[in-house]
């Protein structure tokens, strides 16, 4: 079966300090992978996806990006962070894009950006 | 474009009734697929059920339902049976042509005993 992992579960950063989560995803080849964030009491945010090794697409522009080192490895980043990418952060995978492909998320980053 | 919306920020059920969670639709995909997903305190989000476009039966997966109501373009969620451990917040989600999933804000729950 498949599973998920994201971690750290929480952090804690200053503004201005680098950002690096990570999500990998285990039984399976190839899969869709998302970046989510969550604002506390909102709904879901999509900021990135990736089909394959090195291909990111972006929804919103921003002071994070992601990057697909390995084929079920996904890393969102920051150089810098601000006190707006607080938040929780979900991780997701699917096997395809279609509307029938469902996406399965992992455990989730919560972020505090003081 | 897709829409999702969720008109009921907050429902409350007692333990053991039934509970129905609202969500409505909207795209020009001809093909799609709805979505829900439990989301409790711990803030994982949890796969419930699926229901495809085309599909002519209501989805079930054991205590959940999914009542599909194409032409009115809702898809909202029944839980029977209302369990403590039910209460979280519920989001419905639906992906068509474009690939792109979308969520709505999401209800949130509170099972009484």
């Known amino acids: 079966s498949q599973t998920i992992h994201q971690w750290p579960a929480t952090l804690v950063q200053p503004v201005g300090s680098p950002l690096s989560l990570e999500c990998t995803v285990e039984g399976t080849s190839n899969p869709n992978l998302y970046w989510y964030r969550q604002a506390a009491g909102r709904g879901l945010q999509l900021l990135f996806y990736s089909v394959g090794i090195g291909q990111i697409s972006s929804e919103v522009p921003q002071n994070l990006s992601a990057s697909r080192p390995q084929d079920r490895q996904f890393i969102l980043s920051s150089k810098k962070l601000l006190l707006s990418d607080s938040g929780f952060y979900l991780c997701a995978w699917s096997l395809g894009l279609a509307g029938v492909d469902t996406q399965y998320f992992g455990p989730g980053t919560r972020l505090t950006v003081l | 474009a897709q829409k999702i919306t969720q008109t009921q920020p907050g429902m409350f059920v007692q333990e053991k009734e039934a509970v129905t969670l609202d969500c409505t639709y909207d795209t020009s995909d001809p093909s799609y697929g709805l979505f829900w997903y439990k989301q409790p305190s711990s803030g994982e989000m949890i796969f419930l059920i699926y229901?495809?476009?085309?599909?002519?039966q209501n989805a079930t997966e054991g205590r959940y339902s999914l009542n599909f109501q194409k032409a009115r373009k809702s898809a909202n969620l029944v839980i029977s049976a209302s369990q403590l451990g039910d209460s979280a917040m519920y989001f419905c989600?639906?992906?068509?042509?474009?690939?792109?999933?979308?969520f709505g804000r999401g209800t949130s729950l509170i099972v009484h005993p």
């Open positions: 989600a639906m992906r068509g042509g474009s690939y792109i999933p979308t």
């Open positions: 229901q495809g476009s085309y599909d002519q």
